[in-house]
Nanobody
Framework: VQLQASGGGLVQAGGSLRLSCAAS????????MGWFRQVPGKEREFVSA????????YYADSVKGRFTISRDNAKNTLYLEMNSLKPEDTAVYYC?????????????????WGQGTLVTVSS
């Protein structure tokens, strides 16, 4: 599975961005998917995850109520709608395909990763 993340950019605090992650294979529809982010010098951290069907979602406390994860299995695409962005949301965002169909928060539960897209939130 190849994953291509896009949609990052520079936005002011309080603004919004929508990230997309295009998958190359139909097995996308069988996998739980996730978004993670990483700041230089820090460990990659969980942001959000969604089950294969989209019926179950999971968010880090830091983004709950501001970010929304979704997927379109017909288009093999994962999304992350980010609202009310804060400077502390600045990071490289990665999409990942899970080993299982459920929504998981641990990095070890994911075996395919996209290349990352940079989100910068100015104050």
């Amino acid at each position: 599975v190849q994953l291509q993340a896009s949609g990052g950019g520079l936005v002011q605090a309080g603004g919004s961005l929508r990230l997309s992650c295009a998958a190359s294979r139909r097995t996308f529809s069988n996998n739980g998917m996730g978004w993670f982010r990483q700041v230089p010098g820090k460990e990659r951290e969980f942001v959000s995850a969604i089950s294969w069907s989209g019926s179950s979602t999971y968010y880090a406390d830091s983004v709950k109520g501001r970010f929304t994860i979704s997927r379109d299995n017909a288009k093999n695409t994962l999304y992350l709608e980010m609202n009310s962005l804060k400077p502390e949301d600045t990071a490289v965002y990665y999409c990942a395909a899970g080993r299982y169909g459920s929504a998981r928060s641990e990095l070890s539960e994911y075996h395919y990763w996209g290349q990352g897209t940079l989100v910068t939130v100015s104050s």
